[in-house]
């Protein structure tokens, strides 16, 4: 079966923060070490590009955070789009 890839976001303990993506992945064909799917997904370009684009979003907002730009709870916001 498929199943919802969640983002997850944690700050020590006491912030923890998870939302869906929206997207769904058959987790036979998930391949952790790249964080992505294998090409036997009947999706995989569109799910992988969507993925990749999630990444972009993290790692930037990760580094306006490191950066001390953006609160924690604003970088979930920025990445969620929530």
């Not at 391949?31 to 979003?57: F, T």
């Amino acid at each position: 079966g498929s199943s919802n890839l969640r983002i997850q976001f944690t700050k020590g303990r006491g912030q923890q923060y998870a939302k869906n993506s929206g997207l769904r992945i058959y987790r036979k064909h998930w391949i952790a070490k790249k964080s992505e799917v294998s090409e036997k997904h009947p999706e995989y370009e569109k799910v992988n590009y969507a993925i990749n684009s999630i990444k972009e979003k993290i790692n930037s907002t990760k580094q306006m955070f490191a950066d001390e730009k953006l609160s924690f709870k604003d970088a979930y916001k920025k990445v969620t789009g929530n």
